[in-house]
Nanobody, 123 residues
Framework: VQLQASGGGLVQDGGSLRLSCTPSERKYGNYVMGWFRQPPGKEREFVAAISWSFGSTNYAVSVKGRFTISRDSAANTVYLQMNSLKPEDTAVYYC?????????????????WGQGTLVTVSS
């Protein structure tokens, strides 16, 4: 299974980007799509997750109110709208799919991973 993430790039402090992720294999039933990020020299961390069937969402405290996760079932795509970006948001962003609910924030709770897309926020 491949999860194709796209939409990263270079943006100025305060700018916006939208990331997209489309799994190569459509799943049925309930599962969770999540976004994680790995800043340079740091560990991968949870950003946001959404329950595919119910639309329940969960956000890391650091992005709440600035980032929005959503999904398009017909397109089998999950999005991460990132507004008011800060230099500390600079990281490689990964999408992932898991089956333990949107409140799962550990990387070990997710089974399928994408290759990552780089987001760089300049000051």
């Amino acid at each position: 299974v491949q999860l194709q993430a796209s939409g990263g790039g270079l943006v100025q402090d305060g700018g916006s980007l939208r990331l997209s992720c489309t799994p190569s294999e459509r799943k049925y039933g309930n599962y969770v799509m999540g976004w994680f990020r790995q800043p340079p020299g740091k560990e991968r961390e949870f950003v946001a997750a959404i329950s595919w069937s119910f639309g329940s969402t969960n956000y890391a405290v650091s992005v709440k109110g600035r980032f929005t996760i959503s999904r398009d079932s017909a397109a089998n795509t999950v999005y991460l709208q990132m507004n008011s970006l800060k230099p500390e948001d600079t990281a490689v962003y990964y999408c992932a799919r898991g089956y333990k609910g949107p409140y799962s924030e550990s990387t070990t709770d997710y089974e399928d991973w994408g290759q990552g897309t780089l987001v760089t926020v300049s000051s």
